[in-house]
Each structure stands twice: as C-alpha cells, then as structure tokens.
DNA sequence: GTCGCAGAGATTGTATGCAATCTTGCCCAC
DNA sequence: GTGGGCAAGATTGCATACAATCTCTGCGAC
C-alpha cells in the first residue's frame, strides 16, 4: 500500500517526456534525424515506445514525420516564431479577460507578489530568473481563467518556442518595458476590468513579437 | 509511371481517417468504449494501426485514453463546447484581422459570391446549405489571412464540435442574424478595416455560443 | 443478505520479427 | 569524367506474440 502513495503523482516518466525533453533542451538538434533503433537503444525501450512517443510529439510540432523517410527535430522559423506569438497573444488576451472576470482576492494577491518578487530580481540584475518568473505569471493568469481549452493549445504553443525563450529578456530596455506591461496586465486584473486585461495582455504580447522581429535579422541563421 | 500519377494526392485513407469519420457522423457514440481488437477486426488491421490512430485521435481530442483501461470516444460537453467557440472566437478574430489587411480584390469577390449565394439559399429555405456555406465562408477567410498556426488550431477544435455543427442555424431567427454577421464581416475585410473585420468575427461567434447556451438546456442529456 | 476476495477472462502495454521502402555506393556504358 | 542503374545496407511500416493489468463473476465468511 505504501508503494501505491509514494507513486501518486510522480509520473511514470515517460519515453515521450524523455524526448521531449532532449528536445527542448537542444540535446537533439533542429532537423537533426532521428533513428528510431538508435533513440530505442539509448533510452532502453523497444522501437514501439519510440514510435508512439514520435507520433504524440509530431502532433505536438516538437518532430515532423514523413512516411518512410523517417522523424526529425522540426525547426520551428523566425517567422513562425512570430506566428505562434500572435496566436499566444489573443489565446492569453481571452485567458487574462476571463482573469479579471473571475479572479478572486487571493488570486489578486498571488499575482501581486509575484510582481514584486519579479521586481526585486529585477533590480538585482538576475533576468534569468525575472524570466522564469514571467512564465509563473503567464501560468497562474491562465489558472484563475479556468479556461482549459486555451490552457491546453497554449501549453502546445509553448513548448514549440523553446529556441527563443530566453531571448527577448535580454535585449536592451525589454526588461523594464515587460515589467510595466506585466504590471498593467495584474492592475487590469486587480480591478476586474476585462477589457483592460485584455488588451493589455495582448500588448504585452504583440511588443514580445516585436522585440523578436527586431532581434531576428541580427542573428545568423542555423 | 502512371500509377504514381493516379496515386497522387489520393491520400491513402489512413486508419486514423476511417476512424475519426466514424466518430464525427455518428456511428461510434460518445463514451463508446473503443476495444482495440475488435477495431482491428472491423477494420481489418492490426492493433498496432489502431493504437497509432487513437493516439492522434486522443491528441485531436477525439477520444480519450485512460493507462490500462483502454479508450472512449469523448464527450464533449456543452460547457467545453462554449470553451470551444470562445477559443474560436478570438482565433478566427485573428484571422479575420489579417485578411482584411492581405485580401485582393479576387479574395474579395471571392467572399462577396459566396455571401450572395449564401443568401439566394437561405430565401429558398435551405439551412443545411447555408450552414455549408457558412463552413466555406470561414474557411475561405482563414486562407486568405495566410496563418497557418491559426489555421491548424481552428481544424482541430473543429473537429470537436462535430456534435453541435447543425444545430444553432436551425434556431429561430438565427439565420437571419447570421447572414447580416457574415455580411458585416465581409464588408469589413473588403475596406481592409482589420479591427472591424476582428470585432466582427468575435461578435458573430459570441452570438453563435449564446444561442447555443440557450438552446443547451431545452434538450435532455445523452 | 452483504462484503471481501480470488481467479478466470478480457483488454491493454511492450517487445520482437519480417516485409516494404528508401538511401547509398559502386560499377559500367557512353 | 559523367550519368544511369542496380544491389546491399539502413530504416521504417506493420503484424504478431507475450506480459502486465484490469474487470467481472462467483464463492464463502460473517
């Protein structure tokens, strides 16, 4: 019985989550092929698991597929980059909208902290970390929204952004620029002004989208 | 050399497809337990085929799959189906935008022609028509707004709503609504007005989800 | 009569093997 | 030297077999 607690929860860790992962942390390239003998040997599963674990990805955009030819690492382009952004940003606009609809007044306070934590590694020049918290934002907007349906297409949209994740924070001036848009979108939320979220989200999300056009032709291309 | 020009585009009728046909007309009801074997049977496969399809069936949202206990055709509530048009609703706002701003004059008569016919159909009381065409409206929308992100979205949760399709045109009065919605639409994208063009999808597809609000508590559950 | 439990049957999870297809490298004609 | 074609190797597609898990039925204790 103490076996059955101890693995509630702890998912399995499956293939799919392994590859995944390999993936989004550039372990395995963009467009870099990959062998399914070769993924089944070093992961120490059958080619089954690999296979379905492929197919659950490529339906996710982290692989595309051609038949007999094989799976690779999708490259994900500057343009559809800036593609995902613009769906992101009126899936979260709706999200952030319902979020000032229903939010409650610890959920107010929850994103409050947040902020000031944010604003305190801000001022300690970690924007790693403001990073990371920009991302807990994001989440617990879409967790007050209740909205499932745009949680679940997000969570897909995001996974493909990976290769541009850290970016934008680091260019100059977008550190305070996203904290003011960031504090907009919780003052929005705070006076349950759906509108107001909303369109603040979706500026916050259209200046990202920006900043990463701007940024695009700076960089060589891999 | 001729068979290949023959097999050309004559896609070739996955497993998935026969499956997900059966789930959207009908004919596997919603939490219909999907036994493996016996699919394979019925179908004349392995197992094997049949897992893969369900598992891009599951992803879809088409089915859904519990570790050990097999997979159900799923029901898609009218809760979530209201989720389902919201999301809709924001995305093919943004599709809408971009067309307005990137339609041609073609694209635009296009548009206008399926509009007048739509019209000629609705006066000859043909409903089911319409709603085709209405279908054809949308999709015709979303090629001109060139986003394909968008695009691949709006399909899958598409695909969900099958169970709803036919239902709110049917409603008193909402053919009429409808036709002057899309009308609006149109005339917005053909002034390349992108905000009316967004404001108007969203208006249209927020009354779509009203009337199916309204209507969802006259009919007993299934 | 109800509850618990054990075992058989049903069903899914995973591995493996063979067939189909693609890719690569080599040889030969020109 | 170049290009075409063919054969061998690599890789994927699909089917089947076995293991793990679940479900359901029936029996016995209380």
Redesign the pocket.
């Known amino acids: 019985m103490n076996e059955m607690v101890d693995n509630l929860g702890v998912a ?1 860790l ?2 799919e989550d392994r590859l995944r992962e390999a993936i989004v942390t550039g372990r395995l390239q963009p467009n870099e ?8 040997r070093s992961l ?9 674990a ?1 197919v659950r990805l490529e339906h996710e955009g982290l692989v595309e ?7 690779r690492v999708r490259l994900v382009s500057e343009s559809e980059a800036v593609e995902i952004l613009e769906t992101r940003s009126v899936l979260e606009g709706l999200a952030a909208r319902l979020a000032a609809e229903r939010a409650t007044d610890d959920d107010v306070g929850d994103l409050k902290s947040i902020l000031a934590e944010m604003q305190r590694l801000r001022e300690a020049d970690d924007l790693l970390a403001v990073s990371d918290l920009n991302a807990q934002l994001h989440r617990r907007l879409l967790e007050i929204s209740g909205h499932e349906t745009a949680a679940r297409l997000i969570a897909a949209l995001n996974s493909q952004m990976v290769r541009f994740q850290y970016r934008t924070i680091l260019l100059p001036g977008r550190s305070e620029r996203s904290f003011a848009e960031h504090a907009e979108i919780v003052a929005a939320v705070a006076t349950h002004d759906g509108d107001r979220a909303e369109a603040a989200m979706r500026t916050h999300l259209s200046s990202v989208a920006d900043a990463l056009r701007r940024e695009a032709p700076l960089r060589s291309q891999q």
């Open positions: 399995p499956r293939t092929r990959l062998v399914e003998s070769d993924l089944a120490g599963v059958s080619r089954t698991l690999i296979r379905a492929l597929h051609e038949r007999h030819r094989g799976a």
